[in-house]
């Protein structure tokens, strides 16, 4: 079974983690080619805004890691991970049903738990490959990209104590003009990210497993679950952009998915981006990079085991 399910889903998991691993590269990339502070200006303008929107810290925003971290916010990078829960989820139970092949896929000696085992099993893997090449393809732009440096005054060491001091107005033509990403972006810092890319794919598949699991058309299992996708974007927008429902924050999934948020535990304080629950301030506690995954994965989790409860224990209907 493992291997029938690995020739079905092989060129979509390629697929999706080919395409991850270069727009990540790519948009690292870009990030190395555009010199923020041109726009420091406009986007002092555009702050209240910004910070209505944004759950990380305006100057966090501006820095090279905020701005590598955003590339786990685009809405490619979410799609792609989605499409595969979602995909893989459907094709479960709904999609043989509608195609008329599950009756000859449980006439082979194997059982209903052992079948759907192997599609979650490689649901699962799957969407480890995927968050891999994203973190991958962002390590190897961070690796390969070089930022421009504004030009550094000159040194000089003083005598004796042999410490160097920048001379004031004045620019050493001999510096170099561009240096490497990596001076100022650790890979490390990002790996938070990545793994809160996969408890959002594992929840989409537990997901939509679920949903696959008491229905019959695959069809409506998608609508069902890009419906849901939807809703919970629109509930994330509308709690991050309006002050008096911000209570919406607490019924939307997306509220978990802050790889932004995690980056910047990372850099600034290890324990919150490795922890469960965290204090960030003397009155403040915050969830740490461990909630977000467990909750993520977990809700995923749920749903595979509901789906498998179900199809052990439902009438299947006759094909059409």
Known sequence: MLRQTWRESRLLMLG?????????????????????SRFQGIL?????????????????????PGRVAFTFTEPMVILLIVVWGIARGSDTVSGPLGKGTMEMMLSQPVSRFQYLMS???????????????AYAGLACGIENTTVKRENQPIKMQIP???IEVEVPFTRDANAPTRMPLSDFVDKEDM???ALNLLGLGIFFGGFTTLMSSWDQYRWRTIAIAAAFLIIQLMLRVLSLSLEEMTWLRYTTIFSLYEPEVLVSYAINTKDGAWSFWFQKSQEEWRPGGL??????????LAGFA????????RDLPAPV
């Open 291 to 300: 909630a977000y995954l467990s909750f993520l994965t977990g809700g995923g």
């Open 191 to 193: 790996f938070p990210s």
């Open 16 to 36: 999706c983690s080919i395409a991850l691993f270069a727009f990540c590269w790519v948009r690292v990339w870009i990030v190395g080619r555009i010199d923020m």
């Open 119 to 133: 599609k979650n099993l490689m649901t699962l893997f799957g969407a480890v490959v995927i968050a891999a090449s």
């Open 306 to 313: 509901g789906a498998t409860w179900i199809f052990c224990r």
């Open 160 to 162: 004796l104590v042999k």
């Open 44 to 64: 002092e303008i555009l702050r209240p805004e910004f910070e209505n929107f944004s759950a990380v810290d305006f100057e966090q925003a501006l820095t090279y």
